[in-house]
């Protein structure tokens, strides 16, 4: 059974910094591309930065520069640097991974930036 479980989330001032964390169980973790997805209240969930099983990241233009996502596959573990923080990444922050084209989230947790 897939899991993806994530952590790191809490509440931080506008610039401050965050690492969130998900760990994978129950697929194969080194062969698959993981993502990293938010969806802020009433806003529809949006992809933040992806990386391949070889590595090769992605961000989408509102957090390149800011965010960086890596890898441990000896941890089975996807991490999401954030760095300069502002009060539109406030969201909840999914893990994701496909398999088969059948996608897998993580249960989400809540990054809240405000002073």
């Known amino acids: 059974q897939v899991q993806l479980v994530e952590s790191g989330g809490g509440l931080v001032p506008p610039g401050g910094s965050l690492r969130l964390s998900c760990a994978a169980s129950?697929?194969?973790?080194?062969?698959?591309?993981m993502g990293w997805y938010r969806q802020a209240p009433g806003k529809q969930r949006e992809l933040v930065a992806r990386?391949?099983?070889?590595?090769?990241?992605n961000y989408v233009d509102f957090v390149k520069g800011r965010f960086t996502i890596s890898r441990d596959n000896a941890k089975n573990t996807v991490y999401l640097q954030m760095n300069a923080l502002q009060g539109d990444d406030t969201a909840v922050y999914y893990c994701n991974t496909y398999l088969i084209g059948v996608p897998y989230w993580g249960q989400g947790t809540q990054v809240t930036v405000s002073s």
């Open positions: 990386i391949t099983a070889s590595g090769t990241t």
């Open positions: 129950g697929i194969a973790f080194s062969i698959y591309t």
